[in-house]
């Protein structure tokens, strides 16, 4: 029924707009036409052809500033309509008793399509079925959905994710609490800012190379400690520097 009364107003709004369009072309040039008639027999045919150009001209004026006002028409009724809709979907949530446990970040997040919900479900029974992870089941509940290999991460202190070359880092980092976030094997990212010349110097890191990405005025690029022999690497932010000074 909702579908059917906005399918209902999209055609109005697209028919008032087409007619607006045409009477303002239709105005122009009729209005070009009789000015050229009247001026013809008047004036002279050239001076009639300039006025029926500059005419011409303003039709074409108008006709695009009822394009611009139509198109302004709409994009208001489909915000409103998308606005509607949200609230639609999230009200169904709250009176569902099976999904109702994800209103909270649904209106939070302003999303609560059933789509979206269904995929935080899904992933948040995956979490409860699994025997350590399930811990962090309740985390997804707040809307921090963590990847399996963050949390596995996370739950084991003994766990490495980079080269053997990169591991005195790793290990210090974890020691120092720094926050991380792991995901493709190999590969480690900490908000924290990297001290590479300085970790080079005070730590057992052979092959590896530290690079700093060309300068970029509005997109500054944070360096990273690479071993090229695993292609492993650990990647800093613009945090608190590490090591510290
Ligand atoms: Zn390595």
Redesign the pocket.
């Known amino acids: 029924m909702h579908r059917l009364r906005a399918l209902a107003l999209a055609t109005g709004f697209s028919l008032a707009i087409a007619i607006v369009a045409l009477f303002y072309v239709w105005g122009a040039f009729a209005l070009a036409l009789a000015a050229t008639q009247w001026f013809a027999g008047w004036m002279g045919e050239t001076i009639a052809a300039f006025i029926a150009a500059g005419l011409l001209v303003v039709g074409c004026l108008l006709a695009a500033q009822a394009a611009v006002w139509a198109r302004a028409r709409w994009d208001a009724h489909a915000g409103a309509a998308r606005m509607a809709r949200r609230r639609r979907d999230l009200e169904a949530l709250r009176r569902d008793p099976a999904r109702a446990h994800w209103a909270p970040l649904a209106e939070r997040r302003q999303v609560a399509d059933p789509a979206t919900v269904a995929r935080w479900e899904s992933r948040y029974r995956e979490l409860l079925a699994h025997p350590r992870r399930r811990a962090f089941a309740a985390r997804a509940l707040e809307g921090e959905f963590l990847s399996d290999a963050q949390i596995d991460f996370l739950l084991d202190p003994s766990r490495r994710v980079?080269?053997?070359?990169?591991q005195p880092v790793e290990q210090a980092l974890r020691a120092a609490g720094a926050p991380m976030t792991v995901g493709e094997p190999g590969f480690l990212w900490t908000e924290w800012s990297l001290d590479g010349p300085r970790l080079l110097r005070e730590m057992p890191l052979p092959?590896?190379h530290w690079q700093v990405p060309a300068a970029h005025p509005r997109d500054p690029q944070p360096g990273y400690l690479r071993?090229p022999?695993?292609g492993?690497r650990i990647e800093g932010g613009f945090g608190a520097s590490f090591p510290r000074a």
């Not at 980079?162 to 990169?166: E, G």
């Open positions: 980079t080269c053997a070359h990169l092959g590896v071993c022999a695993c492993s």
